[in-house]
């Protein structure tokens, strides 16, 4: 499969690449802002013998694509693109500031979304592309909120929504778009938002769920909102 990750220089966006990779039939792009990074991961799916890793820089908050469409003359189609990127700002509501606002949904909404337009004409050349969006318990209805996260979990419910109606405005495209909203996971955005908490998951178990899901689950599934949770703080 052609698959796409974006946020694939740490955490989870790390790993799920990683997990992809052992399948050698799988051709994947990298994307994330740390050039560096992206370079080492290259390198340890290279080491499990998987040569067909692509990375380019992206900045979701922005609008160039240049590196990634020279990336892209490689590719007919994209199959999956899991839309991990994201930001998290840990302030209480009074203290938020347009600008953190803007930076949110910058790259938690805006960017995703134009992305995915960006990515059309390739989804809609695959026999069944999936979009994942990884949204998160915070902007998940009726799940428990936190001080400090209402405009990361603001952004995150948007992400949702989109989700749900992608799905049905691209159904006869035979692309479907489903949301997986996680809970706490070991990952450095999670001691942003809590501190010393240490979750029950660590990024490796969670990319193995996401990596799957991303892989199978279009199959069955289109337009759902899937809380992934062992637990929330």
């Known amino acids: 499969m052609n698959i796409i990750v974006t946020g694939a220089s740490k955490g989870i966006g790390f790993d799920t690449v990683l997990t992809l990779s052992q399948h050698n039939n799988n051709r994947i792009i990298a994307l994330a802002r740390n050039y560096t990074d992206l370079v080492k991961l290259q390198e340890l799916c290279l080491q499990q013998h998987n040569n067909r890793i692509f990375i380019a820089t992206h900045d979701l908050s922005q609008k160039d694509f240049s590196q990634l469409q020279a990336v892209l003359q490689n590719f007919l189609s994209i199959d999956v693109l899991i839309n991990n990127a994201g930001l998290l700002i840990n302030k209480p509501f009074l203290n938020l500031n347009q600008q953190d606002w803007t930076n949110i949904f910058s790259v938690n909404l805006f960017g995703v979304v134009t992305l995915i337009k960006y990515l059309f004409p390739y989804l809609k050349k695959a026999n069944r592309a999936h979009i994942v969006n990884i949204g998160s318990m915070g902007g998940f209805q009726h799940s428990q909120k936190f001080a400090g996260l209402s405009a990361y979990s603001a952004s995150k419910a948007a ?60 199959q069955y599934l289109n337009g759902k909102i899937i809380p992934v949770s062992l637990s929330t703080p």
Do not use: R
């Open 159 to 218: 992400l949702a929504n989109i989700t749900e109606c992608l799905a049905l405005e691209w159904q006869n495209y035979n692309i479907a778009c489903n949301c997986l909203c996680l809970g706490a996971v070991n990952t450095d955005m999670l001691q942003t938002a809590f501190p010393n908490y240490k979750a029950p998951l660590n990024s490796k178990d969670m990319a193995t769920f996401i990596s799957h899901f991303a892989l199978n689950a279009q």
